[in-house]
C-alpha cells in the first residue's frame, strides 16, 4: 500500500487516531489498562453516586425533609431602598 494513495492516507489516519496501538501485545496492553481503570476509578464513583441517591431517597421518605428549614437570611429588594440607580425610594405617607 502505497503512502501517497488516497487508501493509504486514509490507513495513516486510522492508525494515528487509534493512539499508537499496533499488534496484539499493545492491543492487550490498552485492554488491559482500561479494565483496570474501570474497576478502580469508573465504578466505584457510580457506586458512590448510587449510595447517595439511595440515602436522599430515604432521607426524604422518612419524612425529615419536612423538617429541614434553610437558614439563609432573605435577600433584601434593591427597589425598596433605592439601590438600583435612578430609582427613589418610594415612600407611602
Not at 421518605?61 to 418610594?90: F, H, M, N, T
Request: charged residues 30%; aromatic residues 8%.
Amino acid at each position: 500500500m502505497a503512502r501517497g494513495t488516497v487508501s493509504g492516507r486514509a490507513a495513516e489516519i486510522l492508525r494515528n487516531t487509534l493512539g499508537g496501538v499496533r499488534g496484539r501485545q499493545n492491543a492487550a496492553a490498552w485492554v488491559v489498562a482500561g479494565t483496570a481503570a474501570y474497576f478502580l476509578w469508573v465504578r466505584p464513583e457510580w457506586e458512590k453516586q448510587r449510595e447517595r441517591e439511595e440515602a436522599m431517597r430515604r432521607w426524604r421518605e422518612s419524612g425529615e425533609a419536612e423538617k429541614y428549614a434553610e437558614k439563609v437570611a432573605p435577600r433584601a429588594d434593591p427597589q425598596v431602598g433605592g439601590l438600583i440607580i435612578g430609582q427613589a425610594p418610594k415612600h407611602s405617607n
